[in-house]
């Protein structure tokens, strides 16, 4: 490992892809980044890893779409080797009687006609609403939220401001979507697709996206936004698709990394934090697990606010309200997340044979009350024995995963317990229900099971022992209406300002949330860039790259200009407000 500078200007806990990204901002506006990663890899959950012997995959993250445009662009992903392909069709539901719904490809509403003309005639107006939803929430992803703030009108003033633009966008919207909005927060996944359609397969296909990765019933209250969460992404232009990055979810990361080195970011590999040191009230470093002390002006936090505020920093240090908000984070999806290496592809009974269904999301789940029933059976037993699996097999669209004729397959399986009850642990149980997930599939694609080559199984507790995700929660932190916006991670810290100063975080349990996006590490570097790199420049003038602005075709000199007005009305709060202090 190489040895690094004794003292940096930036030093960034967790090389996730947010950590990534928002260290390549950092470094090209000219601050001097470190980056401390745990593993032996970067990329925290979108890494691509050989499972079994020639077989490689996703390991935990397996499809894009959340990722933003505006980073892909600024950070050069496609010219350091991303290449992203839409699937051929969208999603594939067989069914348990044989038939099928196979969405995508132009060919969604007589498919959806099969079960109800009615429900293919509404089609359109449900896409049309959510899409221009979800344009507002694009819109919103990469800017910071208004923080709630207690402070004077000076603090308060571009809150204000910030809080007139998300009205202004919120007008935009006519009467009938504003509700709608309204509701996509507040109900559920199962009551607003009730509203819209009458058949059993559409609700199961679109309402799958409220539940994934969220350890809820497609009927419990706020699991609609969950499912709005999902479709606000796009591929390669295409609004709401998903995709497959080449190499796997790894190969967006690795892009990541070699911008990030282009820019001149330090990474250290196998170099986990222990401890985040703060004195006098401010974080000026970190205490690596191998004992090395590092320091540097500003550290910011890739991980899931409850590893940082709850084990990696001393309680006395920390605020008593943020304690107890860490204390009441809901966290822990009820995920099991597996890989597969394949003699030969599946073949469904209720479309036989090879075609662009393969390339699909195929949900095995057929309405929203066999979700449920998943769901209530996982809160009795510790995982449902009739779960939730979603299917996809990337070596239908990338060859480079697996040897020819053979294939990988990614399982995506809801619904199980985030820590088993009753004293149970899950390496006790890894091998019995990933024998259930296996069923599952059997039943629809008989001879799946016999095809299986090898397979590597993540419960909740091997997620979060691999990759620091606390109760495996793939979005470090539910996305539920209390814990989003202005409150994600919590009221007062919405402007990725950790609770003292100095402190920053960046990860998926920042404003816009989980998923692989980018979002968070974009605009937390726009927050930390506004509070270092204002009052004199972060580096000398010789020794600064060619400055490349946050946003394309915004100049160098107007970032600074509104750099130094918002540091004007913010930033002091990192030099001179003292915070409120635990109880010691
Ligand atoms: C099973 C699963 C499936 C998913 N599927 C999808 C999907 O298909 N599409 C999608 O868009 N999203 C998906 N997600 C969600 C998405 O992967 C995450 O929300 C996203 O990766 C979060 O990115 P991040 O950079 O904020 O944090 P992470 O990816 O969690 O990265 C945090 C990093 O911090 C490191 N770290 C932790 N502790 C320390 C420490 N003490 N010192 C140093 N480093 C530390 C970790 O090792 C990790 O590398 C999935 C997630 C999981 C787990």
Redesign the pocket.
């Known amino acids: 490992m190489a040895k690094g500078p004794e003292k940096c200007d930036v030093l960034l806990?967790?090389?996730?892809?947010?950590?990534l990204v928002c260290a390549t901002y950092l470094a090209r506006a000219g601050l001097k980044v470190t980056v401390?990663?745990?593993?032996h890899v970067?990329?925290?959950?979108?890494v691509t890893e050989e499972f079994h012997p020639g077989f490689r995959n996703s390991v935990?993250?397996?499809?894009?779409?959340?990722l933003q445009p505006r980073v892909i662009a600024d950070l050069d992903l496609h010219a350091h080797g991303l290449r992203i392909v839409q699937r051929k069709r969208s999603n594939f539901l067989p069914l348990p009687d044989h038939r099928y719904l196979l969405t995508g490809g132009g060919e969604t509403e007589p498919q959806v006609a099969k079960f109800s003309r009615r429900d293919a005639e509404r089609l359109p107006e449900y896409e049309r609403r959510l899409e221009a939803i979800a344009d507002v929430l694009r819109a919103l992803a990469l800017q910071p939220p208004p923080n709630v703030t207690d402070d004077g009108w000076w603090k308060a003033l571009p809150e204000l401001v910030r809080a007139g633009r998300l009205g202004r966008r919120l007008h935009a919207l006519d009467e009938t979507l504003r509700q709608e909005l309204l509701d996509l927060f507040a109900i559920s996944a199962g009551e607003y697709l009730d509203r819209w359609f009458e058949s059993a397969p559409i609700k199961a296909v679109l309402g799958f996206d409220g539940i994934v990765?969220n350890y809820a019933s497609p009927y419990t209250p706020g699991s609609a936004y969950v499912l709005l969460h999902h479709v606000f992404g796009e591929v390669n232009g295409v609004k709401g698709a998903w995709g497959h990055a080449i190499g796997g979810m790894g190969a967006i990361t690795q892009a990541m990394a070699k911008a990030a080195l282009a820019a001149g970011v330090e990474i250290r590999t196998d170099a986990?934090?222990r401890e985040v040191i703060v004195e006098n009230w401010r974080a000026s470093g970190v205490v690596a697990d191998s004992g090395e002390t590092l320091r540097a002006r500003a550290v910011v936090a890739?991980?899931n606010p409850k590893?940082l505020y709850e084990r990696?920093m001393s309680p006395n240090v920390v605020p008593a309200p943020t304690r107890e908000r860490m204390t009441n984070w809901r966290c822990g999806s009820g995920?099991l997340?597996m890989n597969v290496a394949l003699s030969k592809l599946p073949d469904f009974s209720a479309l036989p044979g090879e075609g662009e269904h393969l390339t699909a999301g195929i949900i095995m789940a057929p309405d929203l009350d066999y979700m449920d029933r998943a769901y209530l059976d996982a809160r009795v037993h510790g995982w449902s024995k009739e779960p939730i699996v979603e299917m996809l097999i990337p070596s239908t669209l990338d060859d480079t995963l697996a040897p020819a004729g053979q294939h990988v397959a990614s399982l995506?399986c809801q619904h199980v317990q985030p820590e088993l009850s009753g004293g149970r642990s899950w390496d006790d149980h890894r091998d019995e229900v990933a024998d259930v997930m296996v069923a599952a599939v059997e039943k629809y694609a008989p001879g799946f099971s016999a095809s299986i080559l090898g397979r590597q199984v993540l419960t909740p507790l091997d997620?979060e022992r691999t990759?620091?995700?606390i109760g495996g929660d793939?979005?470090?932190g539910a996305l539920s209406p209390n814990q989003l916006f202005s409150a994600r991670p919590m009221i007062g810290q919405a402007d990725y300002r950790g609770a003292v100063p100095g402190l920053y975080l960046c990860?998926?349990g920042t404003h816009p949330g989980?998923?692989?996006t980018g979002a968070?590490g974009h605009n937390a570097a726009k927050v930390i860039i506004s509070d270092l790199c204002c009052w004199r420049p972060c580096r000398p003038m010789w020794e600064r790259r060619k400055p490349r602005s946050l946003y394309p075709g915004t100049s160098y000199r107007g970032l600074r200009r509104s750099t130094l007005r918002s540091t004007l009305c913010q930033g002091l709060r990192h030099n001179a407000t003292k915070p409120v202090l635990a109880d010691s």
């Open positions: 806990v967790g090389g996730g892809h947010n950590g401390l990663e745990r593993r970067v990329g925290g959950a979108a935990a993250s397996y499809t894009v779409s959340l990765g986990g934090v890739n991980v590893l990696l995920t997340r995506f997620l990759f620091g995700l793939i979005f470090h990860g998926a989980g998923g692989v968070p």
